[in-house]
């Protein structure tokens, strides 16, 4: 257990539609990146927060958005969702500001169909 | 810029080794290695700093070419349970941490 939530573990919708994920980072971890993994694909990078600002983004379409809030928790928010945004979306957290010598250490993800 | 992987898929026997390649075209800050196996999340495996820096995790273990933007991944004598997806990750600073496509490595009995 990485000690990273993630809720919901599943989730079905329809195009169009919105959608909230969340994540909250281990005890002491002031980093969360969010990562979108496609079927049978490698991890696409979306964003990264850290302590409650935004550090860097990735990939990320204009119709996502994130938040980490005080509690360091964080939301993605996915909305006028198309059949290509069904994938597994991956919350990681970091001790650190990441990319350095901090682990990040994965959720089990929420795995999105979008239909 | 997203680091290229190579091989993309690795079949050997157990007790065997293989080694898996990761390069950037970008001066690297550092390089992370996780392992996903299938339908889990990806596991923390090592961390190289620049400084051509090698680390060892039982018998994973891994170097940091500075010069060449490269590291490699070695696995020796491997086990069954080595088999996963092995995804580097670079960052370029300390804000963003970008993987590679993977490399599907499969260990038969």
């Known amino acids: 257990d990485s000690g990273v939530t993630q809720t919901p573990k599943h989730l079905i919708t329809a195009t169009g539609q919105r959608v909230t994920l969340r994540c909250s980072p281990r005890?002491?971890?002031?980093?969360v990146y969010w990562y979108q993994q496609s079927l049978d694909q490698g991890l696409q990078f979306l964003i990264h927060y850290y302590n409650g600002e935004e550090r860097a983004k990735g990939n990320i379409l204009e119709r996502f958005s994130a938040q980490q809030f005080p509690d360091l928790h964080s939301e993605l928010n996915l909305s006028s969702l198309e059949l290509g945004d069904s994938a597994l979306y991956f919350c990681a957290s970091s001790r650190l500001g990441g990319g350095d010598n901090s682990p990040l250490h994965f959720g089990n993800g929420t795995r999105l169909t979008v239909t | 810029q997203q680091p290229v992987q190579s091989p993309q898929a690795v079949i050997l026997r157990e007790g065997e080794d293989a080694v898996i390649n990761c390069s950037s075209s970008?001066?690297?800050?550092?390089v992370h290695w996780y392992r996903q196996k299938h339908g889990e999340a990806p596991v923390f495996l090592m961390i190289l700093l620049k400084g051509g820096e090698q680390k060892g995790h039982e018998k994973i273990s891994a170097s940091f070419n500075e010069k060449k933007q490269q590291s490699s991944l070695y696995l020796t004598a491997s086990q069954l349970s080595y088999s996963g997806t092995y995804f580097c990750?670079?960052?370029?600073?300390?804000?963003?941490?970008?993987f590679g496509s993977g490399t599907q490595l499969t260990v038969l009995p």
């Open positions: 970008k001066a690297l800050y550092s």
């Open positions: 990750g670079t960052a370029r600073s300390a804000r963003q941490l970008t």
């Open positions: 005890s002491g971890d002031l980093s």
